[in-house]
C-alpha cells in the first residue's frame, strides 16, 4: 500500500497532488489550443441534440453534484441553454417534468451511485438524451447513458473526492465551449481566449500545490475550531460547498458552505471570534460585492481566511490569512480556487487524528439508496 501510495502519506494527498495531471489528462485529445482543435467523440454523436436542447438536467450526488453546479454557470454562460442542477436522489422521486427535447447529464466518479443511476433510467424512460461523465471505465452509469465523455483521473482511492471533481469540471467545461461554439454563442475570439488560458491550468494548479507549506501553518491555528463557514459567489460559490463538504467529510467539523450575498439571510448570526469564514474572493466579475461581504465578516470580528488572485491588495489589508493563486479566467477559477480548500480539509483531519482516506459513515462509492 506504502507503494501505491507514492510516498505521500495519504492516498488524498496523493490525488490533490495528481491534479495537474488529471486535469491534462482529461483535456488529452480533445483540444489543442494551437490548432484550435476542441473535439469531444460522445457530443459529436449528439450534436443536433445538444445545439437543440430545450434544457439540459444535471443529476449528481456529493461532490459531483458540485461539479454539475459549475457546470451550471459554465453551460448558461457560454451555451446560454438553461441548466438546472438535481440531487439525483430527489428528482427521481418527484414526478420531474421531461420531454425528448431535454438532455439529462449524470455526472459520477464512480459510475455506481443507485439515486444517480435511477434518475438517469427514469429521465431515460421519458425519452430524454441521456449523457454520462464518468470516471470508471464500464461503470453502470457509463453503460446506462446514450453518449458520454469518461474523465480521465485515473483511480480515485480517498473517499473524499479530490482529483475526480476537477476532471469533471475540466470536462464540463470543454462541453460548454463545444456547444456555445456550435450554437455561435460563444464568439471565436473569446473561444479562443478560453482554449489557450484552459491550456495553462495544469501549470496554475502546480502552482497553487505549493501553497501546501503555508496552509498547514493556517490549518494548525483552526484545526481545534468547531464550525467554520465557506463563502463564495458566482463560479466560486459552487466551490465554497466544496470546501465545506471536504472539511466536514474528513475532519467532522461543521462546515457550511454558502452564496456570499446570502450569508445576510442567516449564517450572519453566527459570525463571532471564534468563528473562521473562508472566502473565496478571487479577482472576478463578483468581486467587489464580496469586498462588502468581507467587510460584514470583519465588522463582527470572524476570522477571514481568504483566498484571493495575486497581487490583490484590498482583501488582505481586512484578512486574517490571505491564500494567493494565480490568475486566470473566472470560467476556469473553480479549477484552482478548490486546490487550497481541499489542502485545507486534508492538513486540519490529519492534525485532528482523524483517518482520512476512510472518514467514519462515509463509503467511496454508495450503491443502496
Ligand atoms: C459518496 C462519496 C463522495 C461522492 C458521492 C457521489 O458520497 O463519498 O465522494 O461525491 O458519493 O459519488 P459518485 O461516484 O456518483 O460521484
Known amino acids: 500500500e506504502s507503494i501505491e501510495k507514492g510516498g505521500y502519506e495519504h492516498f488524498m494527498l496523493k490525488e490533490i497532488f495528481e491534479q495537474p495531471r488529471s486535469i491534462l489528462d482529461s483535456m488529452r485529445g480533445r483540444?489543442?489550443?494551437?490548432?484550435?482543435?476542441?473535439?469531444?467523440?460522445?457530443?459529436?454523436?449528439?450534436?443536433?441534440?445538444f445545439?437543440?436542447?430545450?434544457?439540459?438536467?444535471?443529476?449528481?450526488?456529493?461532490?459531483?453534484w458540485h461539479a454539475g453546479l459549475v457546470a451550471e454557470y459554465l453551460i448558461e454562460d457560454l451555451a446560454r441553454i438553461p441548466v438546472e442542477v438535481e440531487y439525483?436522489?430527489?428528482?427521481?422521486?418527484?414526478?420531474?417534468?421531461?420531454?425528448?427535447?431535454?438532455?439529462v447529464i449524470a455526472i459520477s466518479q464512480s459510475g455506481e451511485t443507485a439515486d444517480t443511476l435511477a434518475a438517469l433510467e427514469l429521465a431515460k424512460s421519458k425519452g430524454a438524451t441521456i449523457f454520462g461523465i464518468c470516471n470508471v471505465v464500464g461503470s453502470s452509469i457509463a453503460?446506462?447513458?446514450?453518449?458520454?465523455?469518461y474523465t480521465h483521473a485515473g483511480p480515485e482511492i480517498g473517499v473524499a473526492s479530490t482529483k475526480a471533481f476537477t476532471a469533471q469540471v475540466t470536462v464540463l467545461t470543454l462541453i460548454a465551449m463545444i456547444i456555445g461554439s456550435k450554437r455561435g454563442t460563444l464568439e471565436t475570439t473569446k473561444l479562443r481566449e478560453l482554449m489557450v488560458e484552459l491550456e495553462t491550468i495544469p501549470n496554475k494548479v502546480e502552482e497553487a500545490l505549493k501553497l501546501n507549506e503555508q496552509i498547514i501553518g493556517i490549518s494548525e491555528q483552526y484545526k481545534d475550531?468547531?464550525?467554520?463557514l465557506y463563502l463564495g459567489r458566482g463560479y466560486n460559490f459552487p466551490v465554497a460547498l466544496e470546501g465545506a463538504l471536504k472539511l466536514k467529510e474528513i475532519s467532522y467539523i461543521h462546515a457550511e458552505g454558502y452564496p456570499a450575498a446570502e450569508m445576510k439571510h442567516g449564517p450572519i448570526a453566527l459570525i463571532d471570534e471564534q468563528m473562521p469564514v473562508v472566502v473565496i474572493a478571487t479577482k472576478d466579475s463578483s468581486y467587489e460585492k464580496i469586498v462588502s461581504n468581507v467587510q460584514e465578516v470583519k465588522a463582527r470580528k470572524g476570522k477571514i481566511i481568504a483566498i484571493v488572485t495575486e497581487g490583490?491588495?484590498?482583501?488582505?489589508?481586512?484578512?486574517?490569512h490571505v491564500i494567493e493563486i494565480p490568475e486566470t479566467s473566472e470560467h476556469l477559477m473553480p479549477l484552482l480556487s478548490v486546490i487550497p480548500l481541499q489542502l485545507l480539509s486534508y492538513h486540519i483531519a490529519v492534525m485532528r487524528g482523524c483517518n482520512v482516506d476512510q472518514p467514519r459513515n462515509l463509503a467511496k462509492s454508495v450503491t443502496v439508496e
Do not use: Q, W
Not at 453503460?143 to 465523455?149: L, N, S, V
Not at 490583490?312 to 486574517?320: E, K, N, Q, R, S
Open 143 to 149: 453503460r446506462a447513458t446514450d453518449a458520454g465523455a
Open 312 to 320: 490583490d491588495t484590498t482583501i488582505p489589508a481586512m484578512a486574517d
Open 31 to 49: 483540444m489543442i489550443a494551437e490548432s484550435n482543435h476542441l473535439m469531444m467523440a460522445g457530443i459529436r454523436e449528439f450534436e443536433n441534440k
Open 225 to 228: 475550531a468547531t464550525n467554520f
Open 88 to 103: 439525483a436522489s430527489e428528482f427521481r422521486y418527484r414526478n420531474p417534468i421531461i420531454n425528448e427535447k431535454d438532455i
Open 51 to 64: 445545439v437543440n436542447a430545450n434544457r439540459i438536467i444535471i443529476v449528481a450526488c456529493g461532490t459531483s
